[in-house]
């Protein structure tokens, strides 16, 4: 009888530490999946206001940590401030990069444009690293590291920052989108641009802003990731490749898709490192890629055509 | 894209004056290092003819090729050293696993168009990427694989510079004198035709499909054949040399040569594999300069150095004889 | 269009004319400068590791051509970036020993880059010293190839006995994926049964991992005694953070890749407590006075300082013992490379940062495990631990 009650109880032990187990990967790929989210969503606002892929979309992100380092480590800012100004530095520096590389290139065809946009993702990782070197850097937590103990899970702090943060950016797209008359333009854009340009939207100038609105919200996702991993200058290559992933898994051009298929991925992926294998992680992003392009190349909740021939 | 064709009769002279040039390179440069230089120009060639076969003439793109260019070379290595293969058995159980999975690839992802297809191919490239990291007790992880074997044929070892040079170039003149054709050939012709306009080459009863697979896996043995050069050249390969960036400095060479020719290929991976050499002083910034020809190539000269050559040198002509 | 083909030869010839001018300048055969290549990995994610490397290199070259070279002759170093990875190795070593033509290669500071460059010392007969751990480098013992720093298996012994001090048998291990890591831990399997060790955990990340939670979350369900970490900065940074955010306190142990301020300094409070093995040089001025090590620490700290304005990091020492050791090597023999080799294989009782070295050839590392002493992470700073 003694034996039975034991054995109960050292269940019940088990059952604990697993929960508290499945939390820690739920709440790691929570936080990936919110950057992966932002990410995806960057992509599709321009993939909807002027049919690239910008490859350059990770290096957005990249740039948000750094320059938030900058701010607060060279100039000691306080947080909030620096965090504000990352976001309105890194939006200039994405309304110089449509001016100077996409905008020039008029009517090239796809293959010119992607060709392009890899090329303005390799530059900007070099000017990183001819301002920042190549060591990582590290940037202090928001409020403090103590873990927050929560069902046999130990979370960190920051991550709270960084699902509040990504969500905040996503409520805010979705506002833009839905209530301002520049989201309604950029939606007219993404439905047809002639009729828009008849109607007298100015799609050079909502061209810009997309890409300053992508910018933006990718950097806040790069300041608030920044104190969990360590910032460098070649950290934006795979987060873009595997934003990416998550955009096509939810639907390039579906706002809420990209943001589900950022969640979707997050989570597939750290319970893929947790239960079959972590080495390889990073793979599972691109497994997931392709499963999407074989059997649904739309995404989740995509509606556009996707050419078969 | 306006692909302009020669005369087979030309691109022959071409290629006889291209041989005398080799010749004379092999004779005169006696620096081994500089040597390998060019050999590795050859070996990249080769794999990136294969690409531009895919790119220009079949108007596909590729992000991932470097996978291919891996396969062949871990082919080569693995089978060489943890199974004492003939080198040349391995070469070609590189190539033949280098068409199967561009089948198994290809057979899905060419029925996409567009941007969709640089995503698959990205995809793949990624994974077999991060393959060749983990399965380390196959291809020895991150660090590499070490002590390739050296080509030999009855006695001789290609262990020195110039005999390797003499073996990549003859190698990549025979596939070029392939490949130009194939490309003037019927089917080289189809597959042009997909380049220019799809719909109606299908309209003309193109199976496009089957055109477009095929270009493919040709393109993917191409690379794997380089691959292998490349492993029994160096005798050290690590999954660093066949990531992304690699893969992405294919695609340079093909475009910034331009696209729509064979040569294109050739001059493109002679720049773009010399260029370090030249930029030894901020070999920190090759990355940038890199990105930064990328940009400028693609937006001013898309059709590539040598097409924007033609039409300068054509602007030049037409103005002279009309005074 | 015959004309484009003639441009396109054009443009082929032009660039051969570029190399070839840009070789000529290279001509400078084994004149009058004694030529020493140099391989570190300056920048990239060890550049903690090549960083000190080349300073010391550099101030001790300009030392010894301030004091009239060797014999008379100049000691010119050529030094190149490897940036940490084997395929830069591979091509600037092949850039060393082609273009270059030095006479000795000191470097790589990597095992994983070191392997990889072996085949090129050993078929072009040039000396190698290398400043690197991993024990393969020297197990087996190749002809050309040398090695300063003590070997990981060192380090294993070192950490195994004080674990059996301490009573500690049921041991967790996590190893990075790259050479270092993957040489520590067979080292680390294989001598577990000497010390009566139990491993009860095998766990590996990658080297640009940043979050080992996963593994760790898997580990800590084993209930081991103690963890050992075996990777270079950052990763062990990573581990020591999220063991203490999974609230994972067990002893945890490091290799000596971590034996440098820079571990503290990305650790943060969780280095708190941590054990490792390090050279002698981390706590050169706790050591007893009657170390024969002593006097040449402190020196080589002193000068570093007054240099660089930093103590030197332990990996400093390596570049300091191999660029001696060649120079006692070109001081005896002069500009002959088998003669080098065979000078170095030679070598006893040299008092060096890393040790005390007795070459032979049949050992072309010439240290013992007396070379490491156990350090422990207190209130920031390193503290001698057991000697």
Known sequence: MGGGLLALINLRREKIALMGQILQFLFSGLTNGAVYAVIALGFTIIYNATDVINFAQGEFVMLGAMVMYTFVHFLSWPIPVAFFATIICVSVIGILVEFFTIRPAKNADIISLIIITIGVSIFLRGVAMMIWGKDPVAIPPFTGSTPIVFMGAAIDPQIIWVLVITLIAMIFTQWFFKYTIWGKAMRACAVNKKAAKLVGIKVERLVSLSFALSAGISAAAGAVIAPITFASYDMGTMLGLKGFCAAVLGGLGSGVGSILGGFILGILEAFGAGYISSSYKDAFAFLILLIVLFLKPQGLLGQGEVDKL | ?323 | ?387
Request: glycine residues 10%; hydrophobic residues 50%; contains cysteine.
């Open chain 2, 1 to 323: 894209m306006n692909i302009h064709f020669g005369s087979i009769r030309y691109q022959y002279i071409g290629l006889l004056f291209f041989v005398i040039f080799l010749f004379l390179i092999g004779f005169f440069i006696k620096n081994d290092y500089y040597l390998n230089v060019f050999v590795l120009i050859g070996i990249q060639a080769i794999a990136v003819l294969g690409l531009s076969l895919l790119m220009g003439y079949a108007g596909q793109v590729s992000l991932g090729h470097a996978a291919f260019y891996g396969l062949g070379a871990y082919a080569s290595g693995i089978l060489t050293i943890h199974y004492g293969l003939n080198p040349y058995l391995a070469m070609f159980c590189g190539m033949a696993i280098s068409a199967l999975m561009a089948l198994i690839v290809g057979l899905p992802a060419l029925r996409l168009k567009g941007h969709y297809l640089a995503m698959a191919t990205l995809g793949f490239g990624i994974i077999i990427n991060i393959c060749f990291k983990e399965m380390a007790s196959l291809t020895g992880g991150p660090s590499g694989l070490v002590g390739i074997p050296m080509l030999k044929f009855l006695n001789f070892t290609f262990d020195t510079s110039i005999s390797y040079f003499c073996l990549v170039w003859s190698i990549f003149i025979i596939l070029m004198v392939l490949s130009l054709h194939l490309v003037n050939s019927p089917f080289g012709r189809a597959f042009r035709a997909l380049g220019s306009h799809e719909a109606a080459a299908q309209a003309m009863g193109v199976n496009t499909h089957i055109a477009k697979l095929i270009v493919f896996i040709i393109s993917a043995v191409y690379a794997s054949l380089a691959g292998s050069l490349y492993a029994h050249f160096v005798t050290f390969i690590s999954p660093a040399s066949f990531g992304f960036i690699c893969s992405i400095k294919m695609v340079t060479m093909v475009a910034i040569g331009g696209m729509g020719t064979l040569w294109g290929a050739l001059l493109g991976t002679s720049i773009l594999v010399s260029l370090p050499e030249f930029l030894t002083v901020f070999s920190d910034y090759d990355v940038l300069v890199y990105g930064l020809i990328l940009i400028i190539v693609m937006i001013f000269m898309p059709e590539g150095i040598v097409q924007a050559s033609i039409k300068i040198f054509r602007n030049f002509k037409y103005k002279e004889t009309n005074g």
């Open chain 3, 1 to 387: 269009m015959r004309s484009y083909v003639y441009r396109v030869g054009l443009f082929l010839f032009i660039f051969l004319c570029l190399i070839v001018f840009s070789g000529i300048n290279s001509f400078a055969q084994d004149k009058e400068p004694y030529k020493i290549g140099a391989l570190f990995s300056i920048t990239g994610r060890t550049s903690f590791i090549g960083e000190p490397e080349k300073n010391t290199a550099l101030m001790i070259v300009k030392e010894i051509n301030a004091h009239g070279g060797i014999n008379g002759h100049p000691l010119k170093l050529i030094m190149y970036d490897t940036e940490g990875q084997e395929q830069n190795a591979v091509a600037k070593i092949s850039r060393l020993i082609l273009r270059d033509h030095v006479l000795a290669i000191i470097g790589p500071s990597l095992t994983g880059t070191t392997m990889a460059v072996i085949t090129f010392a050993q078929r072009y007969h040039i000396p190698l010293i290398s400043c690197a751990a991993g024990v393969a480098i020297t197990h087996p013992t190749k002809y050309w190839v040398f090695k300063v720093p003590q070997t990981d298996e060192m380090a294993v012994r070192k950490i195994y006995q004080d674990l059996d001090r301490r009573g500690l048998k049921r041991v967790a291990i996590i190893t990075v994926s790259v050479a270092f890591g993957r040489s520590g831990r067979k080292q680390l399997l294989r001598l577990a049964p000497e010390y009566g060790i139990k491993i009860v955990a095998d766990e590996t990340f990658g080297p640009k991992d940043f979050d080992m939670t996963p593994q760790l979350t898997r580990m800590k369900a084993t209930h081991p005694q103690a963890v050992i970490c075996w990777g270079t900065n950052p990763g062990p940074a990573v581990v020591a953070k999220n063991m203490k955010q999974l609230d994972f306190n067990v002893p945890l142990y490091m290799s000596h890749g971590v034996a440098s301020e820079r571990f503290i300094q990305l650790a943060g409070k969780a280095a708190e407590g941590v054990i490792l093995p390090a050279g002698k040089i981390l706590v050169a001025d706790q050591l007893p006075n009657s170390d024969p090590q002593k006097k040449v620490l402190l020196s080589y700290i002193k000068d570093y300082k007054a240099h660089y304005g930093t103590v030197p990091p332990c990996f400093g020492g390596h570049a300091y013992d191999a660029l001696y050791m060649l120079k006692m090597a070109l001081e005896k023999v002069g500009p002959d490379r088998a003669k080098i080799r065979d000078y170095l294989e030679n070598i006893k009782g040299f008092v060096g940062i890393d040790g005390i070295f007795n070459m032979s050839p049949t050992d072309h590392n010439g240290l013992t495990e007396k070379a490491f002493v156990m350090v422990q992470v207190r209130h920031g700073r390193f503290v001698l631990y057991h000697y």
